[in-house]
């Protein structure tokens, strides 16, 4: 199968204001990601994984290394050029609410990104496509002039998850896209990225601090740590024989409860 995302020897430090001391936030990353598959990279909060996402996507460029879509190396998005925004990687974030605007109507924010990315839609065009992405997602056409304190976090990251929907892109970034829901929608929006990935035929890299979400959803999985990958492979290969005493550690942290508890 063709590779999707080719991420080689990427490194990345940033500077202290006081310029003092550096940080070493990616150490040398390389992994690729076969079309289709779900890649799931785990670590705890400062392990590089949120760094890493940025690159990716565009939106930092790192110290060394290449990033490459579909054979092709990903550049760095203009902050002043929406025209050059990159179309093959979009991001969902870990809070739904904070990525939307709350003044303007969730019709809109997804309708502004279809007329960038699909300048030669008519305007019924346009509406035919908003009202098409928002009920893949599971909102109604006559929710859409709401705003987003008007919708439940579950509902808001749907919206979110429309809107990079209308980029039509091949990647899908999701960083934490469950993390800040309530543990009874979870579940809900699990199993709503999984039926778009196969409707879009999308390729997804999973970032998440929870191995046992992680479990569910991914093909492959890499651990991180301290802005190093310390294992990668596949779920059975990583859970089943792990190499690192950090990747050790994770499992066994993960909660167990016997038929009896």
């Not at 030669?120 to 909102?139: F, M, Q, Y």
């Not at 999985?221 to 994770?250: C, F, H, R």
């Amino acid at each position: 199968m063709a590779l999707k995302l080719e991420v080689t020897n990427v490194s990345k430090r940033y500077v202290s204001k006081s310029k003092d001391r550096t940080i070493q936030a990616l150490s040398d990353i390389t992994f690729a990601v076969e079309e289709g598959k779900i890649l799931g990279i785990v670590g705890e909060s400062g392990c590089g994984k949120s760094t890493l996402s940025r690159i990716i996507a565009g939106l930092e460029s790192p110290d060394t290394g290449t990033v490459q879509v579909t054979g092709k190396p990903h550049p760095v998005i203009s902050k002043y050029v929406l025209k050059n925004r990159q179309r093959t990687v979009q991001l969902v974030f870990q809070d739904p609410y904070s990525s939307l605007n709350p003044r303007q109507p969730i019709y809109k924010a997804i309708d502004e990104v279809v007329a960038i990315y699909q300048p030669a839609l008519t305007g019924s065009e346009r509406d035919e496509r908003v009202s098409d992405l928002l009920g893949r997602v599971g909102i109604s056409r006559d929710m859409s002039n709401r705003y987003a304190h008007q919708f439940s976090g579950g509902q808001r990251q749907r919206i979110c998850i429309a809107r990079s929907l209308a980029a039509n892109p091949e990647i899908l970034l999701l960083d934490e896209p469950v993390s800040a829901l309530d543990v009874s929608v979870r579940a809900d929006i699990i199993n709503l990225l999984l039926e778009l990935k196969s409707q879009f035929n999308l390729t997804y890299i999973f970032v998440s601090h929870d191995l046992e979400i992680v479990k569910h959803v991914s093909d492959d999985i890499m651990v991180m740590n301290a802005g190093k990958i310390v294992e990668k492979g596949s779920w059975n290969e990583v859970m089943e024989n792990p190499q690192d005493q950090y990747t050790k550690t994770l499992i066994e942290a993960m909660p167990k409860l016997s038929r009896r508890e």
